[in-house]
């Protein structure tokens, strides 16, 4: 169901705009509206300006209340705006210095890694590096070089060349090392190990020792800083987990007053005289409407008025679902498709009914349905996933007519049908002979839900005070009465009824047709406009007719359509038949693992199949022809914080 809602108008002094949001109005559920476009009657209305004083506040309580482990276990204290400030403005203090720490060590931390990568390929290199360094008649390169060129380095240029190659690592790719030349040679030698791709590595004269000595030195100093980042991270840590049910208080204290404060973002402002006032204006559910007029009945401050009047609202309400707890997963399908209009009818509760109700025609099955509405409401239980819970109601539906066509985990032979069998179950038909039962109930099944979604298209028709939606559309009442009077008129066939008279008949088909056709001028003379028929009229009738034979063709497909719950029926038992010949239940004995695995491919497989296909049944046959979904999602623009 859609609440209903109701438009209010709030002005005050503008210094007294968050008195009145805090005390009033975050008890409530509201959908604000942009004043300045919803009042656009109102005279000299200015945005209310005002920077948010909480936002940096809350930014930092927000940074600190992410660090705190294990939070959502934590029970926030209750604690006041000025003490919430302070908290939060001693703990910046505190941990900005520890963040500053913190900073320059991992900096530092970063640094000895980068040497120590830098470094660690020559370990096995057993010189003093401050030596090599101090060479000054031999020149030396550290770095990599590629292995494929340093195999051709070695078979035909390491021998040519005044040059020493000392390898001291590698891995897959690269043999890491430093080369010694004479200092006369160095420009050939460079330009013979640039042509093998060799990578120079520059080593920092800050080293002493052996390479191998200044890794562990590097190693232990990065132990020593990683060590230091340790104890203070757990400092840190230990800092708000001392506060932590304050801080978690004054994060839900500033977001509230930052959220409320922001309210000024969709205010609006007017002078009177020498005074400001501003001006709020939203929607509210109409119980809550009563319940805030009476709060503030006795505030001389706090100017409040319901505009009743539609025509001089500009923006269409919002839609606001409130279905009983049973069908509320069931909004799911509805939001997939798009909310109601405000004026539109809810479809949950039918949706709800429909698809579960679909769902066990089309997939009857006693045990298997039953496991489907354990693991579906045990799901839902513990994950509160929406589709979990349409599962688990629509595994009841398919228990119930697994009771109905007698089958418990594809096995027919155990429970009696307390109704038919769809496999076996045939029907005679005059002029057409045996066709089965599930197929003939199930087109008669989906000429019922027509006829309904028919007569919820007129009443979404009178609610929108649309003529031509209401009495002449296609689903409108011409369109109810030509489907109806078929409906009948089949039904008494097939029952071997006497079909009415001719002129009956003609009446009952030919008018809404006729009425059909002319529906746009029809609408035109009943909303009084100048022009009736179009100016085209020759395309008109062309246009019409058209229209007409895809109207017929599209009843019949609809009609047809419904089909597949029948068709569905039949196929799960042919699976399970299927299923039990290849377990061998035929000769008595069946291999019951095979057995289990088919019931839960089946379970799986058809299952899927069948939700989609009850889906696309409600959206295609049934929301087509009465729903639009094109509603606007009531969103409370406040948090609420006490409950009526």
């Not at 109601?340 to 109700?357: C, K």
């Not at 109930?441 to 939606?469: Q, S, V, W, Y």
Request: contains cysteine.
């Amino acid at each position: 169901m859609i609440v209903k809602m109701k438009f209010l108008s709030i002005t005050g002094p503008k210094a007294d705009i968050d008195r009145v949001v805090n005390n009033y109005l975050s008890k409530y559920e509201i959908h604000l509206e942009n004043a300045l476009s919803e009042l656009k009657s109102v005279q000299s209305l200015t945005p209310y300006l005002q920077i948010n004083p909480y936002k940096e506040l809350l930014g930092k309580a927000n940074d600190f209340c992410e660090l705190i482990p294990n939070k959502d276990t934590v029970v926030p204290a209750s604690i006041k705006l000025e003490d919430s400030i302070d908290l939060v403005t001693e703990l910046d203090k505190k941990l900005i210095d520890l963040s500053m720490k913190r900073s320059r060590l991992e900096e530092k931390r970063d640094k000895l890694a980068d040497s120590m990568k830098t470094i660690q390929p020559f370990r096995d290199l057993h010189y003093n590096l401050s030596t090599i360094l101090d060479f000054k008649f031999i020149r030396f390169r550290f770095g990599k070089i590629a292995k494929e060129y340093y195999q051709k380095f070695e078979s035909y240029v390491y021998d040519n060349f005044d040059t020493v190659f000392y390898r001291c690592a590698a891995d897959e790719e690269y043999v890491w090392g430093v080369y010694f030349t004479p200092k006369s040679q160095v420009r050939k030698v460079d330009a013979v190990y640039s042509s093998m791709h060799f990578e120079r590595v520059f080593i920092p004269d800050e080293y002493t020792g052996t390479p191998g000595e200044a890794f562990q030195h590097l190693e232990q100093a990065h132990a020593d800083v990683c060590r230091q980042l340790s104890d203070l991270e757990t400092q840190m840590q230990s800092t708000l987990i001392q506060h932590q049910e304050k801080l978690l208080g004054a994060q839900d204290r500033l977001s509230s007053l930052s959220k409320n404060f922001d309210v000024r973002r969709v205010a609006a402002c007017t002078k009177e005289d020498h005074d400001t006032f501003y001006i709020l204006c939203g929607w509210m559910a109409a119980p809550d409407v009563a319940s805030f007029q009476k709060d503030i009945e006795n505030d001389p401050n706090l100017f409040c008025i319901v505009e009743d009047d539609d025509n001089n609202i500009c923006t269409q309400p919002p839609t606001k679902l409130k279905n009983p707890k049973i069908f509320k997963p069931f909004e799911m399908f509805v939001r997939m498709y798009g909310l109601p209009n405000y004026n539109e009818i809810d479809p949950t509760i039918f949706v709800g009914l429909t698809y579960a109700f679909i769902f066990g025609c089309m997939f009857g099955d006693a045990g298997q349905g039953l496991c489907l509405a354990i693991g579906g409401f045990l799901l839902y239980k513990f994950k509160k996933m929406d589709l979990a819970a349409i599962v688990g109601t629509a595994g009841i539906f398919s228990t119930f007519f697994g009771f109905m066509f007698g089958s418990i985990f594809g096995f027919e032979d155990i429970i009696p049908a307390l109704w038919l069998r769809p496999v076996n179950s045939m029907m005679e038909i005059p002029f057409i002979g045996k066709l089965n039962t599930v197929f003939i109930l199930a087109i008669g099944f989906g000429m019922f839900l027509i006829l309904i979604t028919m007569i919820m298209h007129i009443i979404n028709g009178l609610r929108a005070h649309d003529p031509e939606n209401t009495w002449f559309d296609t689903n409108g009442l011409a369109g109810l009465v030509f489907y109806g009077a078929i409906v009948a008129t089949i039904v008494l066939f097939v029952s071997g009824q006497t079909l009415p008279a001719a002129v009956i008949l003609i009446v009952m088909f030919v008018i809404p047709l006729l009425v059909i056709f002319f529906k746009e001028p029809l609408t035109n003379a009943v909303e009084k406009k100048a022009e009736i028929m179009p100016k085209e009229k020759g395309m008109f009738f062309v246009q019409g007719f058209f229209e007409l034979f895809e109207v017929l063709l599209s009843y019949f497909s609809n009609t047809l359509s419904f089909v597949r719950i029948g068709a569905f029926a039949v196929s799960h038992a042919a699976m399970m038949e299927v299923v039990l010949m290849l377990a061998g239940a035929e000769a008595g004995s069946p291999n019951w693992i095979v057995v289990v695995l088919g019931n839960l491919f089946v379970m799986g497989m058809e299952g899927l199949i069948v939700g989609i296909q009850v889906l696309r049944l409600e959206y295609y046959e049934m929301f087509s022809r009465f729903y639009k979904g094109s509603g606007k999602e009531f969103k409370p623009f406040l948090k609420k914080t006490t409950k009526h």
